[in-house]
């Protein structure tokens, strides 16, 4: 069972949901996606940690076999290549890899050469193997290091797998939802928090993936975002309260469920129901 | 000498375009023959490296000046590497803009900032 966790906006309790949800689960798998800025691990603390350095392929140009066709630049979507008094420049942040440029040119004058963009680290905290990648500040993409996070070879299949997904709904989210078997949607009770729930809503549906949403920050005041959801008819998955203690225990570094009964409950709750809704879609549309 | 500057307008008298890599044209200036010209910037609609692009435009028209309120790094990258100065446009019309540097009057663009990829105008 893989589940992602997603909403449209930083700072909704993406990290406190799959964290939680992670370690309620005793035996699984947490992978944080959030590579610009993971912060998974600071929860969990893993132990035994390995590193793996991630590469991509980028240009290098031998200036002199370049005839000046200039097919290079005119071919990057990226523009991440200029030519300039007679030679080509690559922009190497500006590059995303895709190879065009040295498919493109007559001469053979390119070819590529390896850039470390990032790296992935892999560790236990409990049962809990903790998964994080981190991107090197500057860099264009960080889709090559989810690729390689989410590899397939990571998953066991009874052992519960829970995606930390960057925040919005572009590429580099598509990439973290593609193979999940369930995404969660965390959303909170604001016009705002509604306005990018409804982006990841229309993403997730776009994709075919079942989903179910989690109202955190809930007050008893009216809630936007529960508005939503009835008028959508979404599953609502749980309601976390605004509550102090939970702040406190979080913005610590704690994970709630393993500090106090309580949160326990309430995560091992939340689960309950996410494992429910996942066995119910794979025996209604295998 | 060719100057060039990012305007909003085809027109002498037109704004200077507050982008660099996403104005929508360009005016080339002779200060010899005092001709314009007007040149659309393809760069414009660029999903990324649009900076890049701009500026390889600038730099294909051989011009020897570029006058601009501001510049990102990876444009300044691509100017500078082809010997063009960057001068700080001073707010008013181009033909303002033309005039002081024509007077001696601007002065080099010191601040090169660090481009706004994929944040929008932050």
């Given at each position: 069972?893989?589940?992602?966790?997603?909403?449209?906006?930083?700072?909704?309790?993406?990290?406190?949901?799959?964290?939680?949800?992670?370690?309620?689960?005793?035996?699984?798998?947490?992978?944080?996606?959030?590579?610009?800025?993971?912060?998974?691990?600071?929860?969990?603390?893993?132990?035994?940690?390995?590193?793996?350095?991630?590469?991509?392929?980028?240009?290098?140009?031998?200036?002199?076999?370049?005839?000046?066709?200039?097919?290079?630049?005119?071919?990057?979507?990226?523009?991440?290549?200029?030519?300039?008094?007679?030679?080509?420049?690559?922009?190497?942040?500006?590059?995303?890899?895709?190879?065009?440029?040295?498919?493109?040119?007559?001469?053979?004058?390119?070819?590529?050469?390896?850039?470390?963009?990032?790296?992935?680290?892999?560790?236990?905290?409990?049962?809990?193997?903790?998964?994080?990648?981190?991107?090197?500040?500057?860099?264009?993409?960080?889709?090559?290091?989810?690729?390689?996070?989410?590899?397939?070879?990571?998953?066991?299949?009874?052992?519960?797998?829970?995606?930390?997904?960057?925040?919005?709904?572009?590429?580099?989210?598509?990439?973290?939802?593609?193979?999940?078997?369930?995404c969660i949607l965390v959303a909170e009770p604001t016009l705002f928090g509604v306005h990018n729930l409804n982006m990841v809503y229309e993403l997730v549906r776009l994709f075919g993936k079942p989903y179910g949403i989690v109202l955190n920050k809930c007050m008893d005041e009216e809630n936007p975002a529960e508005k939503f959801c009835l008028e959508k008819g979404i599953k609502i998955l749980s309601k976390i309260p605004f509550d102090n203690e939970l702040g406190s225990l979080n913005s610590s570094a704690q994970i709630a469920a393993r500090e106090s009964n309580k949160y326990d409950t309430m995560f091992s709750s939340l689960l309950q129901t996410v494992i429910k809704e996942v066995r119910c879609e794979t025996a209604t549309s295998p | 000498m060719k100057i060039a500057i990012p305007v909003d307008d085809k027109s002498i008298e037109t704004s200077v375009c507050i982008s660099f890599g996403r104005t929508p044209y360009f005016l080339i200036y002779d200060t010899e023959t005092k001709e314009s010209i007007f040149l659309d910037n393809s760069a414009s609609a660029s999903q990324g490296g649009s900076g890049i692009k701009a500026a390889q435009t600038v730099v294909d028209n051989h011009v020897e000046a570029l006058l601009t309120p501001r510049c990102g790094e990876n444009a300044a990258e691509v100017i500078k590497a082809a010997d063009i100065r960057i001068y700080k446009s001073i707010t008013g019309f181009a033909n303002d803009n033309i005039n002081a540097f024509i007077e001696g009057k601007l002065s080099l663009l010191k601040e090169i900032h660090a481009g706004f990829h994929h944040h929008g105008g932050k």
């Open positions: 069972m893989k589940v992602a966790v997603l909403s449209g906006k930083g700072g909704t309790g993406k990290t406190l949901v799959s964290v939680n949800l992670a370690a309620v689960a005793k035996n699984s798998t947490y992978i944080d996606c959030d590579v610009e800025e993971p912060n998974g691990y600071l929860f969990f603390k893993p132990e035994d940690v390995q590193e793996e350095e991630i590469e991509v392929k980028i240009p290098t140009i031998d200036d002199k076999l370049c005839n000046g066709c200039r097919k290079c630049v005119d071919f990057c979507k990226y523009n991440a290549l200029a030519y300039i008094k007679d030679k080509p420049i690559v922009f190497e942040e500006v590059c995303h890899s895709c190879g065009g440029c040295i498919l493109v040119c007559p001469e053979k004058a390119l070819s590529e050469k390896e850039k470390f963009i990032g790296k992935i680290q892999e560790g236990t905290s409990d049962q809990v193997t903790v998964n994080t990648g981190i991107m090197n500040t500057g860099e264009a993409s960080g889709i090559p290091i989810i690729k390689k996070l989410l590899k397939q070879n990571r998953f066991e299949k009874d052992r519960p797998t829970f995606i930390d997904c960057p925040p919005g709904s572009a590429c580099i989210v598509m990439e973290s939802i593609k193979d999940a078997d369930y | -």
